[in-house]
């Protein structure tokens, strides 16, 4: 989850991201893929907070 006063400083997601954010474990308004953030010096001091668990579709595939 990106804080939300950093969040509208960020690049739009692109629809394959939004996509696999529908499969995110705790999603909320703000979350992204920190893949998908390109870092940049606006961005210093970003502040974010990581899932408490994640969903890995390699090993969790059954």
């Known amino acids: ?3 939300p006063e950093w969040y509208d400083k960020l690049d739009a997601a692109s ?3 939004e ?3 529908d499969l995110a ?3 909320t308004s703000t ?3 920190g893949c998908q ?3 940049k010096d606006e ?3 970003l502040v974010v907070t990581l899932p408490a668990a994640t969903r890995n579709m390699m090993v ?3």
């Open 37 to 39: 953030i390109i870092m």
């Open 19 to 21: 996509d696999m954010l």
């Open 25 to 27: 474990f705790g999603l």
């Open 60 to 62: 969790d595939k059954k």
């Open 43 to 45: 961005l210093d001091g």
């Open 15 to 17: 629809d394959d991201e």
């Open 31 to 33: 979350s992204r893929l």
């Open 1 to 3: 989850m990106v804080a």
